[in-house]
C-alpha cells in the first residue's frame, strides 16, 4: 500500500497569517497520463470531509481561491492563504494512484 | 442535486454482520461508481471499497475477506455488508462518489455511526 505521510502545524496560526501544510507519498502518484493523483480535503468538526484541491493543484469547484496545491511526485504542499475561523478542523491528504486509496493521517488547523 | 445518505443499524454485536445501505440520487449508479470510507471515532480515514457503474468491485484488501458491496440500480441503493465485526470496527461509515472520474470525493453522505459492542 501506499504511505501517505502528513506533516504538523505549529499551532495556533494567527488569523491573517498562511499555513502549509505538508505530505509525502511512498510511492510516486505521477500516472504516465501527466496527472498527479493526489487529493486535500478539510474536515470541519462534526461535518464530512470536503474536497479541497485534486490532482494536485486543481481547486474543486466552490473552493475559495486561498487554497492552493503543489509539488512534485511525492512530495505535496497545501497552502492556505490569509487563514480564516472557517478554516479550522483536519486536513488530510489522499492519494488516487492505485488501491487501496489511502489517506494520511492528517493535519489539525488551529486558528489563534 | 447529487445527494447520498447511509442508513444503518447503529449498534451490532461483535461477531455479527454490518448491513449498511446508501440511497443516492440526482445521479444514476449506472454511470457513476460509488466507494465506502470509514473514520472510527477521533481518528483518520480508510478507504473500503468501490462499486462502479458496470457493477464490479475492488476492496480495501485490509478488509477483503469480509467486505461486500452490492447495489440495487432500480432502487438507487449501494450496499455494505462486513461479518466478524470487532470492537475496531466502531466507526462513522461514508458513501463517497467523485464529480470527475479519478479526481477525489467530491460528493459525500452524512455519515453513520456504527458502533459495535456487546
Known amino acids: 500500500d501506499i504511505v501517505m505521510t502528513q506533516g504538523a502545524l505549529p499551532n495556533p496560526v494567527p488569523s491573517g497569517e498562511s499555513a502549509s501544510i505538508t505530505c509525502q507519498s511512498s510511492?510516486?502518484?505521477?500516472?504516465?497520463?501527466?496527472?498527479?493523483?493526489l487529493n486535500w480535503y478539510l474536515q470541519r468538526p462534526g461535518q464530512s470531509p470536503q474536497l479541497l484541491i485534486y490532482w494536485m493543484s486543481t481547486r474543486a469547484s466552490g473552493v475559495s481561491d486561498r487554497f492552493s496545491g503543489s509539488g512534485s511526485g511525492t512530495d505535496f504542499t497545501l497552502k492556505i492563504s490569509s487563514v480564516e475561523a472557517e478554516d479550522v478542523g483536519v486536513y488530510y491528504c489522499q492519494q488516487f494512484l492505485e488501491y487501496p486509496f489511502t489517506f494520511g493521517s492528517g493535519t489539525k488547523l488551529e486558528i489563534k | 442535486q447529487v445527494q447520498l445518505k447511509e442508513s444503518g443499524p447503529g449498534l451490532v454485536q461483535p461477531s455479527e454482520t454490518l448491513s449498511l445501505t446508501c440511497t443516492v440520487s440526482g445521479f444514476s449508479l449506472t454511470s457513476n461508481s460509488v466507494h465506502w470510507v470509514r473514520q472510527p471515532p477521533g481518528k483518520g480515514l480508510e478507504w473500503m471499497g468501490i462499486?462502479?457503474?458496470?457493477?464490479?468491485?475492488d476492496y480495501n484488501s485490509a478488509l477483503k475477506s469480509r467486505l461486500s458491496i452490492s447495489r440495487d440500480t432500480s432502487k438507487s441503493q449501494v450496499f455494505l455488508k462486513m461479518n466478524s465485526l470487532q470492537t475496531e470496527d466502531t466507526a462513522i461509515y461514508y458513501c463517497?462518489?467523485?464529480?470527475?472520474?479519478?479526481?477525489?470525493?467530491?460528493?459525500w453522505g452524512q455519515g453513520t455511526l456504527v458502533t459495535v459492542s456487546s
Open positions: 463517497t462518489r467523485s464529480f470527475i472520474p479519478n479526481s477525489g470525493f467530491a460528493y
Open positions: 462499486i462502479r457503474s458496470g457493477g464490479s468491485t
Open positions: 510511492k510516486s502518484l505521477l500516472h504516465s497520463n501527466g496527472k498527479t493523483y
